[in-house]
């Protein structure tokens, strides 16, 4: 792990404290995320003692996840927030998955010429990367830390405010944040954060950019809402 706080981000102690059960009553749509990597991971044949990197890795929830799916694998758990690896770290003492991971806070460009890794994923993250050309960056960086043949996955939000249907999008949006527990004005505060601080693109453009990124037959295979499930071939 890197020393210092230099990559925080909004995923500050506070927030890592709470993460874990802030979205509770939804577990059932990020459950369907996992499941989804873990069948695209079979269906392609990773092997069975593979690397894998999972970038924006948070508190842990799709480490511990393919953990117990994959006995064998051994994970690279990476985050620019020192506070939500610091949780992470504390799940794996408890899950006596230590000697399975290595921690790296920082950024994916600043990851050194390690061995390359069999698949990576990214669940939730790069539509903080408040820019398609740093999105671009981003995937980019993985891919680049793949082998010829790894995979990826990816669950990202997928919006485009200009197209038809993204007030009733949204609408249902807002209505799932208010069943998770939200109150009236941190829904209102998650919408305007919707506004001014996710990078959002539409499906199609998403796919140009992966394919710019390294992932030329990106493919969506599965959706939430507007949490988006992607898979795809390095090369
Ligand atoms: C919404 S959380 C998702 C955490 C976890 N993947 C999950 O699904 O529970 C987003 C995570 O991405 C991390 N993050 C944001 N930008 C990042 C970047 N450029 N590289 C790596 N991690 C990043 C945040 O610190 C945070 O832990």
New binding site residues.
């Given amino acids: 792990m890197t020393d210092g706080d230099h990559?925080?981000?909004?995923?500050d102690r506070d927030r890592?404290a709470k993460?874990?059960h802030e979205f509770d009553k939804l577990s059932p749509l990020?459950d369907a995320?996992h499941l989804l990597a873990q069948l695209c991971f079979r269906e392609a044949g990773v092997r069975k003692n593979a690397r894998a990197l999972?970038?924006?890795?948070?508190?842990?929830?799709?480490l511990f996840y393919l953990a117990d799916a994959f006995p064998r694998w051994e994970f690279v758990a990476?985050?620019?927030?020192q506070?939500?690896?610091t949780q992470c770290v504390k799940g794996c003492e408890q899950r006596g998955l230590l000697d399975r991971v290595t921690f790296f806070h920082?950024?994916?460009s600043l990851l050194g010429d390690a061995e390359p890794f069999d698949l990576a994923?990214?669940?939730?993250?790069?539509h903080?990367?408040t820019t398609a050309k740093?999105r671009e960056a981003?995937y980019a960086d993985i891919a680049a830390r793949l082998w010829p043949e790894g995979v990826l996955f990816s669950?990202d939000l997928i919006a485009d405010r200009r197209a038809p249907g993204f007030d009733d999008d949204m609408a249902r949006w807002l209505e799932m944040l208010r069943y998770s527990g939200k109150t009236a004005p941190e829904v209102e505060q998650m919408r305007a954060a919707f506004d001014a601080r996710l990078s959002l693109i539409g499906r199609d453009d998403f796919r140009h950019l992966l394919q710019r990124a390294g992932f030329p037959r990106a493919r969506v295979v599965g959706q939430t809402f507007l949490i988006h499930g992607w898979f795809a071939r390095r090369g």
């Fill in positions: 990559f925080q981000n909004e995923f890592a993460f874990d990020k995320l999972l970038v924006g890795v948070g508190t842990g929830a799709e990476l985050d620019t927030s506070d939500m690896l920082g950024p994916v994923t990214s669940f939730l993250v790069s903080f990367l740093r981003f669950a």
